[in-house]
């Protein structure tokens, strides 16, 4: 009774309120989070969302307008109604934990226009102990055999006060920006995922799961409601014919900011593995011909100082074998990079390497080695023409034992560029559009036939399709580390922290950490600690992990690069052990198939002190926790970032990590068992 006194008084404080009714409810496992179905006087369908009791989001709308009929809005009446509940455990092929479980009910509630051309469609709702996940299931129906969706009526009525982290939407570097910390009221468009912390300290982030045919969700604000609003595309956002499903609209709920890291919703809500066995895929570390790119050191233009050369790859080699990495990125090694290549990929060739660069005696040398190239596929935006190759560029990957590809997709937002017949007109698409949405979903597929696995950047949004597709591992989709090389600004120490709690909830990140020169292109500085960047490869969590800087680098930073040897990338457990949104984050992981934990900490530009239980630990035994930490009077300016310090302590589970962070800074820990 108590939540739906809360509704009732809720709804009347709305705006031109219509007396509504409520029609269907569905409630989590543990009874704590509430879903209803109101329909209104007019037939107008909305939902809210309680929790103990109290309104979290309030009466939001749900409908379609359509480009080729009327829309679906009023005049709706509940046909039918179902529920059934779900508690089953699935094993990650690789992730944050390996096994998950997905435990839920479920209410699907099927309504119909009253009158007109009576179509019909499904809201399916899941409610799960961490929050929400619904979308719209529509039938095969004589009067809606194609839907042409100009947009979707979807609404999120925060119900009480908030503050947002958020990004803008529809701008032209897609989502490379610095996270905004505003009141929810100040929100513009954002892209989604979306953190939010009510007033009495409720968090919430907003997304959605399992993208597949249909165009990426951004939010409106209107007040303290957002709206959902669809990426464009031609000639609307969707076309979809019918029978077909929306992506799911996640709401992830949680007393405290380390809970919305911890949940697994948006894995949930997707397919289970349609691949089968990925075992050819290898979570592992990398490094590469990169940041020296960034730093403009070399090119990946031809010319004297071209990076992708034979000699500069098998010294690369030859220093990932001598410290225990597994792959090599080379960027610049195929034809079609020198002269405009930005946002003009038309000249690329990813089965033709340049004169200066010999991929078959890399290939073969990088295996002596025990390394495997990582290849690179830089598309410049042309698209299509990127497709009409992709087969046979990841066919010669498999035959040369390349089993990872980086792509890329530089260019400004909205001018993807889409040729549906060869020499015919080129249309411009969004990077988030249902086109791109289709697009990776077709090179992830011919890529797993040949055994490659896709690492994107300038991607579409995670929406957990990892979890079908486990061969797509990682993508960038956030201001990364190259920013540090040359942006005006550079990362601020608040932005890898915010990360944590914002992008990093739709999934793997490809950040590039472990730049421990901090020093940019033109001697820029990195806001940073030494031990902040051994911190990120647990706090911003990917099953391949590039160690980022160059070899002298490391060899003037020896004991930090002991850390990033001997971190591992895949795990069996993964427990957040403090923070709070775009302040400090510290990360507990339990490496994969063996009894070692690490711990990874990073610091807005605040010191503090954070003590950390060591509860997680197994009872009796003993370990030695390897500790890389900031030094006395360290700090994210000028050479106090180089002050560092590597020690080494035996603890036990009950003991207390006290950890200092400096401004800027952060903490990174290994903890091994200790034999007899």
């Avoid at 809720?10 to 109101?38: M, W, Y």
């Avoid at 709308?61 to 009023?74: A, D, T």
């Avoid at 060899?555 to 971190?567: E, G």
Wanted: include cysteine; charged fraction near 25%; hydrophobic fraction near 40%.
């Amino acid at each position: 009774m108590k939540g739906l006194r809360w509704g009732i008084l809720l709804a009347l404080a709305l705006p031109g309120f219509v007396h509504a009714e409520q029609v269907a409810q569905a409630t989590s496992p543990d009874g704590r989070i509430v879903v209803q179905l109101d329909l209104n006087g007019e037939g107008r369908l909305a939902y809210r969302v309680l929790r103990d009791g109290k309104p979290v989001v309030a009466d939001s709308r749900l409908g379609f307008i359509f480009r080729n009929g009327r829309q679906i809005l009023r005049g709706l009446q509940l046909d039918k109604q179902a529920a059934r509940s779900a508690d089953s455990t699935w094993e990650q092929p690789w992730g944050e934990r390996r096994y998950v479980r997905d435990h839920y009910n479920e209410l699907r509630a099927s309504f119909v226009e009253k009158d007109h051309d009576r179509r019909r469609f499904d809201m399916v709702f899941r409610v799960f102990d961490d929050g929400v996940g619904f979308r719209y299931d529509i039938p095969a129906q004589p009067k809606l055999q194609e839907a042409q969706i100009v947009q979707e009526l979807t609404e999120f009525a925060i119900a009480r006060p908030a503050t947002a982290w958020w990004i803008p939407a529809f701008e032209w570097n897609r989502e490379e920006y610095l996270y905004q910390r505003t009141p929810l009221v100040e929100v513009g468009v954002a892209q989604t995922p979306i953190t939010l912390r009510t007033d009495d300290g409720v968090h919430l982030s907003i997304h959605e799961a399992a993208l597949v045919d249909y165009a990426g969700m951004n939010l409106m604000r209107d007040g303290r409601t957002l709206r959902a609003i669809l990426t464009p595309g031609s000639p609307t956002p969707v076309v979809r014919k019918t029978p077909f499903a929306t992506p799911w609209r996640t709401i992830t709920i949680s007393d405290n900011a380390g809970g919305l890291v911890e949940s697994n919703l948006i894995l949930n809500l997707n397919e289970p593995n349609k691949l089968g066995d990925v075992g050819w895929f290898k979570p592992a570390k990398y490094v590469g011909v990169w940041w020296s790119l960034h730093l403009d050191k070399q090119t990946w233009a031809t010319g004297p100082k071209h990076g992708a050369t034979t000699a500069n790859t098998r010294r690369y080699i030859d220093f990932a074998a001598e410290n225990g990495f597994r792959g090599v990125l080379v960027e610049g090694w195929n034809v079609g990079w020198d002269g405009d290549w930005f946002a003009n990929g038309w000249d690329f060739d990813f089965r033709k390497p340049t004169p200066d660069y010999d991929l078959r005696g890399l290939a073969a040398y990088a295996k002596t080695k025990g390394v495997h190239l990582i290849g690179h596929h830089e598309t410049g935006c042309a698209v299509s023409h990127y497709e009409r190759q992709m087969d046979e560029a990841f066919a010669l990957f498999d035959t040369l034992g390349i089993d990872a590809v980086k792509t890329g997709y530089v260019c400004d937002a909205g001018q993807i560029e889409r040729q549906d017949v060869v020499n015919g007109p080129v249309l411009r698409e969004w990077h988030e559009g249902q086109w791109m949405s289709n697009h990776h979903l077709r090179v992830v597929q011919d890529a797993a036939k040949h055994h490659v696995a896709i690492n994107s950047h300038e991607p579409i949004k995670d929406t957990g399709l990892r979890r079908t597709y486990p061969n797509w591992v990682s993508r960038e989709g956030a201001r990364g580390q190259e920013f540090n090389a040359w942006g005006d600004p550079p990362n601020s120490p608040e932005h890898e922290v915010t990360l944590v709690y914002t992008r990093m909830l739709a999934g793997p990140m490809d950040y590039t950490p472990g730049v421990v020169s901090l020093t940019g292109k033109n001697g820029q500085e990195i806001g940073s600690t030494v031990a902040r960047q051994l911190g990120l490869y647990i706090a911003l969590y990917s099953p391949i992990q590039m160690a980022a800087d160059l070899p002298e680098h490391y060899a003037q930073h020896a004991d930090a690069f002991q850390f990033i040897k001997d971190v591992a990338v895949d795990w069996d457990e993964s427990r957040m052990l403090a923070g709070e949104v775009g302040e400090y984050a510290v990360i507990a992981r339990k490496q994969r198939g063996a009894d070692a934990w690490f711990i990874g900490a990073v610091n807005d530009r605040n010191p503090r002190n954070v003590p950390l239980a060591l509860d997680f630990l197994d009872p009796g035994k003993r370990y030695r926790a390897e500790i890389y930490r900031d030094g006395e009077g360290a700090d994210w300016h000028g050479d106090a970032r180089f002050r560092f310090v590597r020690e080494s302590r035996e603890v036990t589970r009950g003991d207390t990590l006290a950890l200092w962070l400096a401004g800027g800074g952060g903490a990174a820990v290994r903890l091994v068992p200790i034999e007899g």
